[in-house]
């Protein structure tokens, strides 16, 4: 069927969803997605609104109906945020704020997706059929990751839903399946990139001064630019100690001498509330900043693209496994509470040296003399 509406396309996501576009008047390359075609109610109103340019905006009730995916999401992101804020609830059993800040646009999502006749899932009911969420998972058409991610906000609203009058007691949710297959995550700095990227950022630069501080702490990148002096405590002897409590909720807190090269470098830089800052003297904005920083440095640098700050964390763990560092060392340089989560750094050096003595014990063995085993 041909439909005459200038810039009006009609293709498939990589899911194999039907998906209608309008090209912007005036710009062929612009294109905007709209939730419906031509014969739907509100077509002509998203079409119009499309070729000038503008996203259609999907109307939401300003009330949620009782029982419905509105109304579990709004309550459990609700209850959430009222964890947060709560003073009385201790730091360590509260959720984070990034958890909210991650879901709540993902379960946002999830309630504007459309069903097969058009109606919006967050008002339908909130005993949803396993074919519902996987049209909710496959609307996400290549992007895996965020597909589970979404999985995951569900699972957790519905877990806070069980034990709520109004909601499933149990829902197909925790039925659906994953997709995203894991690539490895970060690349870890190899020895080479590391040499690297200080040969090109001297001392005296913030490039260099913040790569010394990673590798000195081993820090998540939401917590590199929150470091300051305030962190670092001085003993009787006049030896210097790093500690500081990381972000991510559950980890343990961190003390570590401080390298040489790294005060050496603190030498060169002026005084003041934090390590790492921008050129007009000030703190880094988010973490999101700071990520954009390293990859202009490591670009300037000529390092291969995707060396982040959490691969140094990985590239020095696995120098340090190889070095012999035990498991419970890297735990407590690397924050972590639990030793399987280490223990991915030294199984491959532990097992390839257990190999190693396994063949220096045959080698040493006298097979003329072995007795005989029946």
């Not at 509406?5 to 293709?11: E, S």
């Not at 709540?104 to 339908?124: E, T, V, W």
């Not at 991610?149 to 009058?165: F, V």
């Not at 000195?216 to 002096?229: H, K």
């Amino acid at each position: 069927m041909k439909y005459r509406f200038k810039g009006l396309l009609k293709d498939k996501t990589a899911a194999g969803s039907l998906r209608w576009r309008v090209r912007v008047e005036g710009d062929r390359d612009r294109k905007v997605t709209i939730p419906m075609g031509p014969g739907e109610p509100r077509f002509h109103e998203h079409y119009a609104a499309a070729r000038a340019g503008h996203a259609p905006q999907v109307r939401k009730p300003e009330k949620s109906v009782a029982g419905t995916l509105d109304a579990l999401c709004e309550g459990y992101l609700a209850w959430l945020s009222e964890q947060i804020n709560d003073t009385e609830i201790e730091s360590q059993f509260k959720p984070s704020p990034l958890t909210l800040k991650g879901y709540r646009p993902l379960l946002n999502r999830a309630c504007d997706i459309k069903d097969l006749d058009g109606d919006r899932m967050g008002s339908l009911d909130a005993d949803l059929p396993r074919e519902a969420f996987v049209h909710i998972r496959d609307s996400f058409g290549s992007k895996t990751g965020s597909a589970d991610n979404c999985l995951k906000a569900l699972r957790a609203a519905y877990r806070w839903g069980e034990e709520r009058s109004g909601f499933p007691d149990t829902s197909a949710i925790f039925d659906v399946k994953k997709v995203h297959r894991n690539r490895g995550g970060a690349t870890p700095w190899a020895v080479a990139d590391m040499r690297r990227f200080l040969q090109h950022h001297g001392p005296g630069t913030m490039a260099r001064l913040w790569f010394l501080l990673s590798l000195n702490v081993l820090p998540r990148i939401g917590d590199v630019y929150r470091l300051g002096p305030e962190h670092i405590l001085w003993s009787s002897t006049g030896d210097a100690v790093l500690s500081f409590q990381p972000s991510k909720k559950g980890s343990a807190h961190v003390d570590v001498p401080v390298l040489r090269q790294l005060l050496e470098e603190l030498k060169l830089h002026p005084e003041r509330a934090f390590f790492i800052g921008n050129k007009a003297g000030g703190r880094f904005a988010s973490a999101e900043v700071v990520r954009n920083k390293i990859q202009d440095w490591t670009a300037e640098a000529g390092l291969p693209k995707g060396r982040t700050q959490h691969g140094i964390r990985k590239g020095a763990a696995e120098l340090l496994a190889a070095a012999g560092a035990t498991q419970y060392e890297i735990m407590a340089l690397m924050s972590h509470t639990q030793a399987q989560t280490s223990e991915i750094y030294t199984r491959k050096v532990e097992r390839a040296g257990l190999a190693a003595r396994a063949i220096e014990r045959i080698s040493c063995l006298d097979l003329g003399k072995v007795d005989h085993v029946v």
